[in-house]
């Protein structure tokens, strides 16, 4: 099989499976509400900020952990919200066991001894 047909059939296989549907259907359901689409968008625009803080080396202060667990412990009472930071984990977490797969891979060409 050539690289481009495994990509394919991995690319086909990501899009059938569970997470990548449950991920989906939860992640439609949401875009309806404006509301909900609203607190998820600046929760994960707040995430994003601390991961971006993160791998600078910056400090995280007190006041936005506050802030974003506060907004997190909210988004759970939904059930919507609930579901949906559930599903988006689940598929995250299924999407970097593949990229650590392809990773593993890649390194162990470039550990070969050069003669």
């Given amino acids: 099989m050539n690289v481009y047909d495994a990509a394919h059939n991995l690319a086909k296989s990501i899009k ?38 993160q791998m600078t080396g910056e400090e995280i202060g007190e006041e936005m952990m506050g802030q974003i667990q506060s907004l997190y412990g909210i988004m759970m009472q939904d059930p919507t919200a609930a579901q949906y930071l559930q599903a988006e984990i689940r598929f995250s977490l299924m999407m970097n066991d593949i990229y650590k797969i392809l990773g593993d891979v890649i390194s162990l060409g470039n550990n070969q001894p050069t003669e």
């Fill in 16 to 53: 059938e499976s569970e997470e990548y549907i449950q991920y989906e259907e939860i992640k439609n359901s949401v875009s309806g509400n404006d509301e909900l689409s609203g607190m998820l968008n600046d929760f994960q625009a707040k995430q994003f900020e601390i991961q971006a803080k």
